[in-house]
C-alpha cells in the first residue's frame, strides 16, 4: 500500500454544510483553522454528521484552529458557518 501525501484545501463556507475530507482511517493529522477576517463562527463535526450550531465537535471563532496529530479521528469532516463567506483552511496526512 502506498503512502498516503498530504491533502490541503482553503474554502468558503455559509449556511450550507460542505464536507471538507471524507472518511480515511489512515489519517495520521487533521488541521482546520478558521480566517482571522472571519465574522461568524465555523461549526465542525468529525463523524460525517451534518454540522449546525447545536451540532458540533468544534466551534471555531475568526483565527482560531484545532490540530489533531495524536488520536485522529478517522471520520468524514464537514463544516458550516453561522454566517456567509466564512473563509477556512484545511490539511490532512
Sequence with gaps: ???KTKDSKCDVVG???VEVFASYGDRL???IQADSQNTGLIYVTLDGSTPSSTNYNYELTAGSAFVFDRAVPSGAVKVIGSLASQRYSAEQG
Design 29 to 31: 493529522r487533521l488541521t
Design 1 to 3: 500500500m502506498g503512502v
Design 15 to 17: 449556511a450550507a454544510a
